[in-house]
Structures are given as structure tokens and as C-alpha cells.
């Protein structure tokens, strides 16, 4: 007895076969890079990182010259590269033209906006004003966890992390100061919340990228992406209680002017709606200097004194942004990127191993470009081939992506989110790192999940 065999029954498995030949081949084709190209940012890396632990202070390399160091080397080795290709002036252009991307600029703004607008509030009293409010209504173990929450609802609502950090860092620094709580912690905790509505938020520009390479709705995304990052947030929040324990809440002078919160809830309540985070901060900080000079905090004159000072205390960190654009520019043009791209996919196998490849590649381009976004749209199309060569889920794919370039922008010292709260803070970006907790928990249980391939079918079939 013949069993009958269809001719599709053989023509489909060669199909795939010749489908995930081709897949490779494309991978193998594309720009191996150089490892050239990572040299600067390694170089700054090792720096920072030696000079730390020799000195015993994060603060005996400033940052800006870290970064300067980098591009220095940047520049030395592109030279070398291009020979009679590329002169000088043409590298400068490279440079400044990576320095001067529409979303580093648009940081450098808010930035700008940011420290023009915590003076202001600090010099007519809406610091204090809301720092006693919160502090009346908070039980001692609640003051952390308070701040984590309400910055989780800020950045899922305004789909943007520097928004949160803008509005929410000033609070939290005063809260620190009154209660005792360390400020690294505070920052930290700050920057964790912000980086919970950066990637889960459906109005995020990062959720958008995700999904959008990935061809998924962002619902589906939303189930995958919220199950993996829901262990970190109750984690997170058992720890900041534990040490909001150590807190110590004055019980004396908690007055509070509900006037003097005014530019705080124009902030809030123009970001939550809808308005541009720069729209929302100029307002702010207009209502506030009126507010300043109707109360006698400050006159008209002695207004431009406030606001220069409030640039002055921010341009550090908004050139170092700039600085930063510039350097990534030099990088790719080295074949950095593309390098770190070749490597990490060309021995994947398996499924878990795929995630991971996707994870770590992600990862690292942010780290390197500190633009999640950024990050997403360059993995972005690698990580298609990749999942649909191994079989894994679109929507995991996309909260794949996104969860780990969310987690990159919340631990590196040189990030925008890191660098804003620093920069209000007045202390090192590095001293904030170790206290990123959120961010930390979700690369243990984002990597745990990937390996135990968790969570199973999230998008069921015939949706």
C-alpha cells in the first residue's frame, strides 16, 4: 500500500527551509562593522570607572570630560579611517550633525526648561508648599513607594520618561532633604517610575517603534510586555517601603499654599492632556514668576537672575547630551553599531536563545546611542528575522525590545533620564545607578522569563 502524498505536503517544508536560508544569508550580507567603533565609548567607560575606584568619588571625572576624552579618540581613529575620503571638516559635520538630532535638541531644551523651572518654583515657594502637602498626607512607610506610584502614573498617562523626571524630580528632591532619604535613592526612584510609563505607556514613541517593526497590535504587545515587568513593580515596591521605614517626617511647620502649587498642577495637568512637554513646562515656569512677583518672592528684575541660574544649573547636562550625538555620529560612521549588530546574531539557535540575542543587542545599542528609540528602530527589523526564523511571538518580540531598552535608559550614567535627574539633584549620575532599582529587577525577571518562556501565547489564536 502507496500513501497518497500531496504535492504541497513536500513543496511547503522546502519553502521554509529556503525561507530561513535566505533570512541568514541576508544576516551574513549585511555590514559585519568594526569593533573599532566601540573603542571610544569602552574607552570613557574604563576611565570613569577607574578613576572612581582609585579616587573613592564618582565626581573626580566630570562627565563632560569623560565624554570629550571619547570623542577626542572618536575623532583620532575616523581620521585614521577615512585617510582621503573624508577630510577633517567633514568629520566635524559627522559630529555635529549627530549633536544636533532633533530629539537630542529637544532634550537640550528641556533640559534648559527643567532647571529654569525648578528654581523658579524653589525661589516662590511651590517646593516647599508641595513638599509639606506631601509629607501631611504620607504615612512615613509611603513616602517612597508614594513617589514611585505616582511617577508610574505620570509616565504611563504622558507616554514620556523626561516629562515625568521634569516634573516629579523637584518633589522628590525636597522630599529627600525634609524626611532624610537619600538622594541617589530618591533619584533612582524617580527615574524607575519614569521608565515604567516610557515602556508600557500605548502613547510612548518606544511602544509605537516596537510595535510598529514589529507588525503587532499594541494591546498584544501590552498583555506580554505587563506580565514580565509586573514581578519587578511589586518587588520594587516591597523594597522602597523597607526603607521608607528610615524616614523622618517632621510633624512641625507643614504649612502649605494651594496658590503656590499652581505651577505644579500646570505642569501635570497640560503634560497628562495632551500638551508637549515644552508647552507644558513654559507655562509652568510663566505661572510661577508670576506668582513669584504678585507674592513679593522675587521682582521683575530679580525674575531674569532666577531663570539664568536655572539655565546655568542645567547646561552641564545639555551639553553633555549634545556631546553625546556627536560621539554616537563618529561610532557608527566607525562601524561600531553595525559590529555589535553582526555579532550577536550570527550564532543564534534556539528559541531562548533568540530572546536573548534580541534582549543583549537591544541593550546595548542604547547604551551606546542612549536612545531607546532609536535603539528599537535599528533592532527593530534584525529582531523580525530573527523571531520569525526561531518562532517566537511577535508581541513578545516587541516587549522584548522595549522592556530592555527601557532598562538600558534607566541604568546608564550618560542617558537623558539619569543626566536630568542628576542635574536637579545636584549629585554624580553614577551615584544614581546602584539605586535604579526598578530598572535592575527588570533585567533579573526580564532574563528569568526569556529563559523559562514566560509568558506562554499571549495573543490567542483567531484575534
Known sequence: MFTSVKKCDIIK??????????????????????????????????????????????????????????????????????????SFDDLVTMFCKGG??????????????????????DKMGAVKSVTNLGLSMLPQSMILPGVFIIGCVLSFSMGTSMGTVTAL????????????????????????????GDNLSFISDTTIAATRTQGVQMKDKF????????????????????????????TENLDWDLIRLLPYVIVIGLSLVGVHVMLAMGAAILSGLVIG???????????????????????????????????????????????????????????SGAELAIAFLVFLVDVATTNNTIAIITVGPIAK?????FGVESARTASILDLFASIGNGITPWAGQ????????????????????YSFLLAIFGIIFIIIGFPKNVVKKGE
Open 13 to 86: 517544508p522546502i519553502k521554509e527551509n529556503v525561507l530561513k536560508e535566505e533570512v541568514i544569508m541576508k544576516r551574513d550580507v549585511e555590514k559585519k562593522g568594526s569593533f573599532l567603533g566601540l573603542i571610544p565609548l569602552l574607552i570613557f567607560i574604563a576611565l570613569y570607572v577607574m578613576i572612581t575606584i582609585v579616587t573613592g568619588s564618582a565626581s573626580s571625572l566630570p562627565l563632560n570630560v569623560g565624554i570629550l576624552i571619547a570623542c577626542i579618540f572618536a575623532f583620532i581613529f575616523a581620521l585614521q579611517k577615512s585617510k582621503k575620503e573624508l
Open 385 to 389: 528575522d530573527i523571531s520569525e526564523e
Open 418 to 437: 539619569i543626566l536630568l535627574a542628576a542635574g536637579i539633584a545636584k549629585i554624580s549620575t553614577l551615584s544614581i545607578v546602584p539605586y535604579s532599582w
Open 169 to 196: 524630580m523637584p518633589i522628590g528632591v525636597a522630599l529627600a532633604k525634609s524626611t532624610g532619604i537619600e538622594l541617589p535613592l530618591m533619584c533612582g526612584t524617580v527615574v524607575g517610575s519614569a521608565m515604567f
Open 223 to 250: 498583555k506580554a510586555n505587563f506580565l514580565m515587568v509586573l514581578p519587578a513593580i511589586v518587588v520594587t515596591l516591597i523594597l522602597l517601603t523597607f526603607k521608607s521605614s528610615s524616614a523622618n517626617i517632621p
Open 293 to 351: 512677583v504678585a507674592q513679593g518672592s522675587f521682582t521683575i528684575v530679580e525674575s531674569f537672575s532666577v531663570l539664568g541660574e536655572g539655565i546655568m544649573a542645567m547646561e552641564d547636562m545639555a551639553v553633555i547630551a549634545v556631546m553625546v550625538g556627536g560621539l554616537v555620529a563618529l561610532m557608527e560612521y566607525l562601524g561600531g553599531i553595525d559590529w555589535l549588530l553582526h555579532r550577536l546574531t550570527r550564532n543564534v539557535k534556539g528559541r
Open 100 to 121: 544636533g538630532d532633533d530629539t537630542l535638541i529637544l532634550m537640550f531644551v528641556i533640559f534648559l526648561e527643567a532647571g529654569m523651572f525648578y528654581l523658579v518654583a
